[in-house]
């Protein structure tokens, strides 16, 4: 995220999962070093199925929008 300014990060977190645990994305974020400034490039966001939130269909739909906003997010020049 150093070398590239416009590199936008989604990670994806499961509520209920011992596998890929919750807090982990949050912390791996805020330990990089980045400037407070670039910490907005990183968005998170959770899921009750765990890091197959794909297998419930909420958790499927809730996935599919928060993939397609973050792509329009990344995507539109600032």
């Known amino acids: 995220m150093m070398k590239n ?6 990670i994806a977190s499961g509520y ?3 596998a890929t ?3 982990d994305g949050a912390y791996t974020a805020s330990h990089m070093g980045l400037p ?8 998170q966001t959770f899921y009750e199925a ?3 939130m794909y297998i419930r269909p909420a958790d499927h739909a809730k996935l599919k929008k928060d ?10 020049r600032q």
């Not at 300014?5 to 989604?10: E, I, R, Y």
């Not at 407070?36 to 968005?43: F, K, L, N, S, W």
């Open 50 to 52: 765990g890091h197959m």
């Open 16 to 18: 209920y999962d011992m």
């Open 36 to 43: 407070e400034g670039d910490r907005g490039r990183i968005r």
């Open 5 to 10: 300014p416009s590199l936008k990060v989604l």
């Open 67 to 76: 993939i397609a906003d973050f792509i329009k997010s990344a995507t539109v």
């Open 21 to 23: 645990p919750y807090f």
